[in-house]
């Protein structure tokens, strides 16, 4: 399941753009599901035929945070603006990538005074991307305004923890291709919602589900990790705890009953699992509770390093445990 991580990590997919996840995931999927659709936003959406003619949706956000070209200069620098929560100090010493070629981000300042300044308060309005160019028209022939571009890929496989860009959301992209490979066979109808554009505003998850009925919706998604030295006092979350059932974050309370059958699954499986009480942050959960009359929702959470970073780091065995967890839900009475 490394391999398939390595590969789904590594594709360059921001916000609006997810043609190329989209397609591995349909390689990926294809032979192991009833049947699959694309609609209209680009969601990609699978089906699993169950027996107990109730209906659970599993959702992953196929996007990733990235950045966009909004401005070119003369020498063939350019400006930047954020896709989704991309905090600029994560863009200082690392690489980024726009189509196949690799940019750096550099920091204005015209006296020593500002640059310090400027270095303190990394922003957009500070920082520059530069491809290698020198000019204007290589620059804009290259990458015209409102070019999307990603971190740089570099997975890095240090055992049961593995590192990358764009573990949120892709990990549980993959935890649900390896559910929809290995179920044989499910007591409940599945759906899996592959969504689009979840890192600017939750968009293609307040529409997937509008098309079926649906009596319980589950986002999987990443959450922080309150286990490093000085983290967050407040948060429990711990890399290799097993997967966690949110009660809440900042976008919305999951829905008790979900909260229940989860933890009901883990247990008569013996998964391990945490509870998660996030204090800020959102998944797709959040749309689902308000999609058509409301549908019961929650969220499992794969505990996270460093989100929002080109070094996302997860625990193998804690993803291994979201797939037994899906599965488990899955062949629960619900
Ligand atoms: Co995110
Ligand atoms: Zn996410």
Do not use: W
Not at 88 to 117: A, H
Not at 148 to 153: L, M
Not at 174 to 200: C, G, H, P, W
Request: charged fraction near 25%; charge should be negative; hydrophobic fraction near 40%.
């Amino acid at each position: 399941m490394k391999e398939l991580i390595k590969n789904i990590t590594e594709i360059y997919s921001p916000s609006g753009r997810e043609d190329e996840v989209r397609n591995f995931i349909i390689s990926q999927i294809k032979d192991y599901v009833d049947d699959y659709k694309i609609d209209k936003i680009g969601n990609l959406i699978a089906f699993k035929k169950g027996r107990s003619g109730k209906t659970i949706l599993f959702d992953a956000h196929m996007d990733e945070i990235g950045l966009v070209i909004t401005h070119i200069t003369d020498k063939g620098f350019y400006k930047v603006e954020a896709v989704g929560g991309v905090d600029p100090q994560t863009l200082i010493g690392c690489r980024v990538q726009f189509k196949n070629r690799t940019g750096v981000l550099g920091v204005e300042g015209e006296t020593m005074e500002d640059l310090k300044n400027n270095s303190k308060n990394l922003s957009f309005e500070n920082l520059f991307l530069d491809l290698g160019f020198s000019c204007r028209t290589q620059a804009e022939e290259f990458a015209p305004i409102g070019t999307f571009g990603t971190y740089t890929a570099c997975f890095a496989d240090l055992g049961d923890r593995i590192v990358s860009k764009a573990m949120d959301d892709r990990v549980a992209c993959a935890v649900l291709i390896e559910s929809i490979r290995n179920m044989k066979d499910s007591l409940n109808n599945i759906i899996y919602a592959f969504t689009v554009q979840e890192e600017v505003g939750l968009v293609g998850s307040s529409v997937a589900g509008f098309n079926y009925d649906i009596d319980m919706a589950v986002a999987v998604d990443v959450t922080a990790a309150g286990d490093t030295p000085k983290a967050l006092k407040r948060i429990s979350m711990e890399l290799g705890k097993g997967p966690c059932i949110k009660i809440k974050d900042a976008a919305s309370v999951s829905d008790i009953s979900v909260v229940n059958k989860l933890k009901q699954a883990a247990q008569a499986n013996m998964i391990p699992f945490q509870f998660e009480v996030l204090l800020f942050g959102g998944t797709n959960a959040a749309s689902y509770q308000r999609t058509k009359s409301g549908i019961p929702s929650g969220t499992i959470s794969i505990t996270t390093r460093y989100v929002h970073s080109p070094n996302e780091m997860v625990s193998m065995d804690d993803v291994k445990n979201t797939v037994k967890l899906v599965a488990a839900l899955s062949n629960t009475e619900i």
